[in-house]
């Protein structure tokens, strides 16, 4: 289970993310809860590998949504870049994201106790 | 293009669609507006869309995500905005895309939130006003248009005709108003839903050509419409391309229209009045079955105007005695010399404002709306106070004719108060002649000669007026009452044109003779009229050739050198 200490220690701006949800902490933590799973990133990087970009700017464009949402700043920091690369139509070499958005989830993840 | 009306309850708490494929992204939006909403969530564009169609009349607003699978957001805003149905339900789109917000709006979102998602109160707030302003145009929708033609109203129109006229003050612009031909009987004859398919093809009609030409319409009320359009002048050969439009429109065949046009407005003037000249070139096409178009005549509504003046002041203009009669001798031209023998009152009208106003513009005025009859009898008397002046202080008899009014001879105190003129200014009748037009004997002819009997039984002597003018019958003539016959002045002017016009004079004055009338010929104004009238025996002479009409002062020299020795009274 999540908590507002391990969100911030993960560097997640849990003010702004209350604020959205109204000040209620329990809904955001239930929120962030159902976002801390590796599925949509690893369908992303999927998605790069097998060069289906179009597809892969639209999980990365919903990842950014999420993660902007929910403020979890350390993964929209990383998850927006791949996005405009992406919507640029740009062959870049996106490993070097994807494990790092990838690595960031995982600690989160770890934060969480899962 | 229709639009539907969409009336919402004051306290009813709203219905608002979220649709985002992001449950996340739903969840936080539903919760910032789950206590001021009633909030419903779309997963995809299909979700949303057969949501729609199934609540539509209880959604308020949608608040709608753009990448999307299926159906994405601007797939679904070009199915809501190509539909009458829908178009009116606000969308907001949800984006983190500049681009995409631009885009939107101009697909017809009305506002957009950024994503992350700002400050709730704000979302609150947006959505709340989205919701408001749409509300508002719904209502004003509602009472803006005509409900069976979506035409404006006629207060829109004024409205926006008046903004026209504030934003583009330098168009030309023209008010046409545009009448169905007896509507009455196109309701009578095939029912009111075929009026209402006629009314509704005009409107159609007069839309496809007001998007081509910048301009408004309204439908007034029945089958009256307005239209306020930019200043053309090619409405004779868009006229007939309008009611062709017209026919397709309302699927009916040989329909009969009437426009009339007031063209380059003077915006001086108010929509009223602007109307009102449109109006009456309408209604100058009124008499005619067939469709037709007619301009309104600017030098008409200045004549109109005029005229209007003219009559308001009326009253003011006798009590400050404007009027002043003049005389226009008659001369006897039986014997060698002709004799200055009478001469007939004429009004003049010195307005402080118009100067010298011509009798041909007042009379007419006068006569419509029964002035007349006081100006008549403002000469009657002036005239005798004036024949009473000659006699009494030049010491000659100058019988003068004065022109009374069909009106006046159907006055029952015509009689007595031409008699009491005739005693107050101590003249015999014979000495004020009664000029009476002959239209006015074949309007009424038995009782105008029963009247007219009993003021020569009083002494007066008639002069049958514009003789030739009126439709007198030959078998009417001889029975006639009148002793002196007045030939109309338009013989007299062509009489020298061609040898038909000289007979037709002979021919009255052969009348004349059966009749055994003396005969005056009045408008002479050349020698060879005067000779060709001598040869033929007139009597008399009236015109320009011996005298204008003059005031009474300038008359005096004539009166003392050529009247007869008979009229000199010794003093």
């Known amino acids: 289970m999540i908590t507002m200490d391990a969100l911030k220690a993960f560097g997640a701006n849990t003010d702004e993310g209350l604020k959205r949800c109204m000040g209620k902490e329990s809904f955001y933590l239930m929120l962030v809860g159902s976002a801390l799973n590796c599925d949509q990133i690893n369908k992303l990087i999927d998605q790069i590998k097998s060069e289906n970009y179009g597809d892969a700017f639209e999980t990365a464009h919903a990842l950014k949504g999420i993660y902007a949402n929910l403020s979890l700043t350390p993964l929209s920091e990383i998850v927006s870049p791949i996005t405009e690369h992406l919507r640029a139509n740009e062959v870049i070499d996106y490993i070097p994201l994807t494990d790092e958005l990838l690595a960031r989830m995982k600690k989160l993840m770890e934060l969480a106790g899962m | ?248 429109n309302s699927g009916l065949k040989d329909i009969s229209i009437r426009i009339g046009v007031y063209e380059n407005c003077d915006k001086q003037l108010t929509l009223d009045q602007r109307i009102d000249r449109a109006a009456r070139a309408c209604s100058s096409c009124r008499k005619t079955y067939k469709s037709s178009i007619a301009m309104f005549d600017n030098a008409q509504i200045e004549k109109d105007l005029l005229g209007e003046k003219l009559i308001h002041e ?89 022109n009374v009014s069909r009106v006046d001879m159907f006055d029952p105190k015509l009689e007595e108060e031409l008699l009491g003129i005739i005693e107050r200014n101590e003249l015999s009748p014979d000495e004020l002649l009664l000029e009476i037009t002959e239209s006015a004997y074949s309007d009424n002819s038995s009782a105008l000669i029963e009247i007219v009997n009993k003021l020569r039984s009083d002494g007066f002597r008639i002069e049958m007026d514009d003789f030739g003018s009126g439709y007198s019958s030959l078998n009417m003539l001889s029975s006639m009452p009148i002793d002196i016959l007045k030939l109309d002045m338009g013989f007299i002017r062509k009489m020298c044109d061609n040898e038909k016009n000289k007979q037709m004079v002979e021919i009255m004055m052969e009348i004349a003779k059966v009749l055994d009338v003396p005969v005056i010929a009045e408008g002479v104004e050349t020698a060879e009229q005067y000779g060709a009238l001598k040869d033929m025996g007139c009597n008399v002479i009236q015109g320009y050739y011996f005298s204008k009409p003059l005031p009474p002062e300038e008359l005096e020299e004539m009166l003392l050198t050529r009247t007869a020795p008979a009229s000199r009274i010794n003093l």
């Open chain 2, 314 to 402: 009326s009253e003011r203009a006798l009590r400050e005695k404007q009027f002043q009669v003049h005389y226009q001798p008659k001369f006897n031209i039986e014997g060698e010399v002709p004799v200055f023998s009478s001469a007939e009152a004429l009004i003049r009208w010195n307005h402080p404002e118009f100067g010298r106003i011509s009798p041909g513009v007042f009379i007419p005025l006068f006569e419509e709306n029964g002035l007349i009859q006081k100006l008549d009898n403002y000469v009657w008397n002036e005239a005798a106070r004036q024949v009473n002046q000659w006699k009494k202080e030049l010491g000659v008899r100058l019988p003068v004719s004065v």
């Open chain 2, 1 to 248: 293009m229709e639009t539907v009306t969409r009336i919402e309850n004051e306290n009813r708490k709203r219905h608002v669609l979220v649709v985002d494929d992001e449950i996340i992204n739903r969840m936080i939006l539903g919760n910032i507006l789950q206590s001021e909403f009633d909030v419903f969530y779309a997963s995809d564009g299909e979700e949303a869309w057969a949501f729609i169609q199934r609540e539509y009349d209880h959604l308020s607003i949608i608040l709608l995500d753009l990448l999307m699978p299926k159906i994405d957001g601007f797939e679904l805003l070009k199915r809501l905005n190509g539909s009458k149905k829908y178009k009116s339900i606000p969308v907001i789109v949800l984006t983190s895309e500049k681009d995409a917000e631009i885009k939107s709006l101009q697909m017809g979102a009305v506002d957009f939130i950024p994503k992350p998602y700002e400050m709730p109160e704000v979302i609150c707030a947006r959505v709340k006003r989205s919701i408001k302003l749409a509300e508002e145009n719904s209502l004003l929708n509602a009472v803006k248009n005509d409900s069976l033609t979506k035409l404006y109203n006629k207060e829109f129109f004024y409205q926006y005709a008046l903004d026209q006229d504030r934003f583009h003050a330098d168009q030309e612009m023209d008010m046409l108003v545009l009448n169905v031909n007896r509507f009455h009987i196109v309701n009578e004859l095939y029912g009111h839903k075929t009026g209402d398919d006629l009314l509704r093809g005009i409107a159609e009609s007069l839309r496809f050509f007001l998007r081509k030409n910048s301009g408004l319409a309204c439908r007034c009320y029945s089958d009256t419409f307005y239209v306020y359009i930019a200043h053309r002048s090619d409405y004779d050969t868009l006229f007939p391309r309008f009611l062709a439009e017209v026919e397709k």
